[in-house]
């Protein structure tokens, strides 16, 4: 037993404070891990002087400068991709103790390295957005079907003026969530690659509709579909569009999707074999593209919904589509 694994097995957790792309391809940051370091942290200085030595930044340099202009995306894009290599190593780490190890920390935005106050702000202006983001990603995940092609995350409004990469990384963590364990911030843009999933990101700095916006447009083989949120009052997240459907809601622990043609009594008929079933309903939200056309509802309910209640809904008139959410 090497002297860090001594370390550790008294509850002391070593990380290796330094990371580069020679670092973790040259089999340094596995040989750390072999003798029980446990977690990497860095910073934008660290970063600095990997991309300064040497060429092994250079041609992904090139390449980054032919798509983007801004230096800081070029930045990110770049940590982006060690941070990844360097999870993957520790990924066995990270398995092992259930995530008690086994991570990748980077310091804030370089931007607002030396000033404390505006980090503050940044974390507090991004948290209900993470929140929003999430349930976004969760929600459209959780209706999807058939495999995913193509993910674009778009940004309008107040909300494009912030750092979007992490609220990216928490919706796609979202969207994979229903169909794996094992999926987080960290590791959700590297499963979306390796899945041949096409993420994109857009920013629009005037808002359309709305002050602040954020619309998460989901690919699959067979269609494409559109889940959208805002924030009410600052920093609470609501729905306001599903496939092109306006609605406002607030999403509960546990919702009822419904996706049906709207015709006469259908609601009442909603209503009518959910309370057969005792189910208590906490909200009600309804959207249509017009009379007798696409409609959607989606229902807060107070208790889990079984697959008896499902198919009996199913089997009411005019239904398309229904699912049962949990967020």
């Excluded at 920093?235 to 306001?240: E, G, H, M």
């Amino acid at each position: 037993m090497t002297p860090l694994q001594q370390l550790g097995e008294h509850g002391t957790s070593v990380w290796s404070d330094y990371l580069s792309r020679r670092f973790v391809k040259d089999g340094d940051l596995a040989a750390l891990v072999e003798r029980g370091v446990v977690g990497v942290t860095s910073n934008p200085t660290i970063f600095q002087g990997a991309i300064a030595e040497g060429d092994a930044y250079d041609e992904q340099i090139r390449e980054l400068s032919a798509e983007y202009d801004d230096p800081y995306e070029i930045f990110w894009l770049l940590a982006r991709d060690d941070i990844r290599d360097a999870c993957d190593v520790l990924r066995p780490v990270w398995d092992e103790g259930n995530g008690k190890d086994g991570w990748v920390s980077l310091e804030v935005d370089p931007r607002l390295a030396y000033d404390a106050k505006k980090t503050a702000e940044e974390a507090k202006r991004l948290s209900p957005y993470m929140k929003l983001a999430e349930q976004l990603g969760s929600f459209a995940g959780q209706l999807t079907e058939t495999g995913i092609t193509s993910v674009a995350v778009e940004y309008e409004g107040a909300v494009a003026d912030l750092n979007v990469k992490p609220l990216t990384a928490i919706a796609l963590t979202g969207l994979l969530s229903p169909q794996l364990a094992a999926v987080n911030m960290v590791n959700a843009p590297v499963i979306c690659r390796e899945r041949d999933i096409r993420v994109s990101e857009t920013r629009r700095a005037e808002p359309v509709d709305h002050q602040t916006l954020v619309r998460v447009v989901v690919t699959t083989e067979r269609r494409t579909r559109e889940v959208s949120g805002t924030l009410f009052a600052g920093d609470k997240p609501r729905i306001v569009s599903v496939e092109g459907i306006a609605l406002e809601a607030e999403l509960g622990g546990n919702m009822l999707f419904v996706r049906n043609y709207d015709k006469p009594g259908f609601i009442g008929a909603l209503g009518n074999a959910l309370g057969a079933a005792e189910v208590n309903i906490a909200t009600f939200h309804l959207g249509r593209t017009g009379p007798g056309q696409d409609a959607i509802a989606l229902v807060e309910v107070d208790q889990p919904l079984t697959p008896a209640i499902l198919d009996t809904v199913r089997g009411l008139p005019n239904v398309i589509q229904v699912k049962a959410l949990r967020f």
